[in-house]
T-cell receptor, first 114, second 116 residues
C-alpha cells in the first residue's frame, strides 16, 4: 500500500535562505512522485514530478527534488527563498501503471520571513 | 490556456438543503477527481472517474453524497441533505491517463461550501 509522510506541518525560513521540505513515501511498485503547491484560496498546481530516468527533477519557480530510492525520499529544495514562495506544499505518490490512484501527504505550510 | 473550472466558487446554505457543485474538466482529459479539503482532515479523495465511469468512490459518504458525469465535459457532486460538517472546500481535478502526462492532476479553483 502507498503512503506519504511529510515531516513538519510548518516550516519557517528567512528570505534568501535554503528551503528544504521533506517527504518520505512507501510504495510496493515503482512510484511516480509529485510536489504540488497551493497558494491561498487556490487549487493545487504541479511544481514538479518524477516518473523515470534522472533522479534530480527540476520544477517551476526554481524548485527541485531528488528521488532517492534507498531512502524512499523525495525532498523538495530551493536554494533561496522568496516571499512569494509562502504557500502550502503537498507531496504525492502514485503507482506506475496504477491508473492514477494518488496519495497526498498532509501538507507543509512554508512561511517566509523578511 | 486550458483550465478546470468549478461553479459556484462560494456557496452558503442551510442544513438540510441540497447542494450541487459542478466541474468542467480540461477538454480531452479522461480522468476526473473530487476532493474535499478541511483544516482538520486535510485533502481527502471522495471519488474519481475514468471515461465517465466511477472507478473509486470509497471516500464518499454514500448516504448523502453522489457524484456523476452526465457527459465528458461535466462532473457533478451533490450533497442531499447537507449538514454543517460538510462545510469545506471541494476541489475537482482532471488528468489524462496513459499519456506522457499520466498521473498529473490539474486542479480547479474549488467551491467553498458553508452549511449553517
Amino acid at each position: 500500500a502507498q503512503s506519504v509522510t511529510q515531516l513538519g506541518s510548518h516550516v519557517s525560513v528567512s528570505e534568501g535562505a535554503l528551503v528544504l521540505l521533506r517527504c518520505n513515501y512507501s510504495s510496493s511498485v515503482p512510484p511516480y512522485l509529485f510536489w504540488y503547491v497551493q497558494y491561498p484560496n487556490q487549487g493545487l498546481q504541479l511544481l514538479l514530478k518524477y516518473t523515470t530516468g534522472a533522479t534530480l527533477v527540476k520544477g517551476i519557480n526554481g524548485f527541485e527534488a531528488e528521488f532517492k530510492k534507498s531512502e524512499t525520499s523525495f525532498h523538495l529544495t530551493k536554494p533561496s527563498a522568496h516571499m512569494s514562495d509562502a504557500a502550502e506544499y503537498f507531496c504525492a505518490v502514485s503507482d506506475q501503471g496504477g491508473g492514477f490512484k494518488t496519495i497526498f501527504g498532509a501538507g507543509t505550510r512554508l512561511f517566509v520571513k523578511a | 490556456d486550458a483550465r478546470v473550472t468549478q461553479t459556484p466558487r462560494h456557496k452558503v446554505t442551510e442544513m438540510g438543503q441540497e447542494v450541487t457543485m459542478r466541474c468542467q474538466p480540461i477538454l480531452g482529459h479522461n480522468t476526473v477527481f473530487w476532493y474535499r479539503q478541511t483544516m482538520m482532515q486535510g485533502l481527502e479523495l471522495l471519488a474519481y472517474f475514468r471515461n465517465r465511469a466511477p472507478l473509486d468512490d470509497s471516500g464518499m459518504p454514500k448516504d448523502r453524497f453522489s457524484a456523476e458525469m452526465p457527459d465528458a465535459t461535466l462532473a457533478t457532486l451533490k450533497i442531499q441533505p447537507s449538514e454543517p460538517r460538510d462545510s469545506a472546500v471541494y476541489f475537482c481535478a482532471s488528468g489524462l491517463a496513459g499519456g506522457p502526462d499520466t498521473d498529473t492532476q490539474y486542479f480547479g479553483p474549488g467551491t467553498r461550501l458553508t452549511v449553517l
